[in-house]
T-cell receptor, first 116, second 109 residues
């Protein structure tokens, strides 16, 4: 299975500022995903990031608020722009691993964001 | 619409007291049902993938089973270190992963 790292692991930010979260994978993967997990909630998909194409955003999430880069097959960034306290969440990067029977999704350790 | 419902929301067990967690799902064209373990403040850790009804997978004290409508995660003789939130997810014909809200398990020593 892929080994995924995220930076930073946590941060406290002031409202109105932006934070860029990095996701690094130890192998080349086609599909990377960004999720948000608000306190006590399950995972909500923000967008799917494929290398060489624009990210695909889910309903309720827009590129101006959550710009994503995917410069190569092992790296992606998610920026949380113009932050408000409602953006306080755990942000998770994940990748899809293909094998004989299908696909499995693996997650990074997450970035805990607190917006004051 | 693809949907996943997990029950119970929370479960407290004594050490050694076996039990089961339920994941009911509705999906068109199941491509996989996934179980994850998540510790507080961390990313989900992959446990199992099940692909078809009747399939079973085991890992230490955990056993996952699958029918056409639900999956169970059986925990045999749990230990305090098994305390975590267990998440279920499905992937269907839309290729999206749909997650349940999880079961928070607490195992008391």
């Amino acid at each position: 299975s892929a080994v995924i790292s995220q930076k930073p692991s946590r941060d406290i930010c002031q409202r109105g500022t932006s934070l860029t979260i990095q996701c690094q994978v130890d192998s080349q993967v086609t599909m990377m995903f960004w999720y948000r997990q608000q306190p006590g909630q399950s995972l909500t998909l923000i967008a799917t990031a494929n290398q060489g194409s624009e990210a695909t955003y889910e309903s309720g999430f827009v590129i101006d608020k959550f710009p994503i880069s995917r410069p190569n097959l092992t790296f992606s960034t998610l920026t949380v722009s113009n932050m408000s306290p409602e953006d306080s969440s755990i942000y998770l990067c994940s990748v899809e691993d293909h094998h004989r029977r299908g696909e499995t999704q693996y997650f990074g350790p997450g970035t805990r964001l607190l917006v004051l | 619409e693809d949907q996943v419902t997990q029950s119970p929301e929370a479960l407290r067990l004594q050490e050694g007291e076996s039990s089961s967690l339920n994941c009911s799902y509705t999906v068109s064209g199941l491509r996989g049902l996934f179980w994850y373990r998540q510790d507080p403040g961390k990313g989900p850790e992959f446990l199992f993938t099940l692909y078809s009804a009747g399939e079973e997978k085991e890992k230490e004290r955990l056993k996952a089973t699958l029918t056409k409508k639900e999956s169970f995660l059986h925990i045999t003789a749990p230990k305090p270190e098994d305390s975590a939130t267990y998440l279920c997810a499905v992937r269907g014909g839309t290729y999206k992963y749909i997650f349940g809200t999880g079961t928070r398990l607490k195992v008391l020593a």
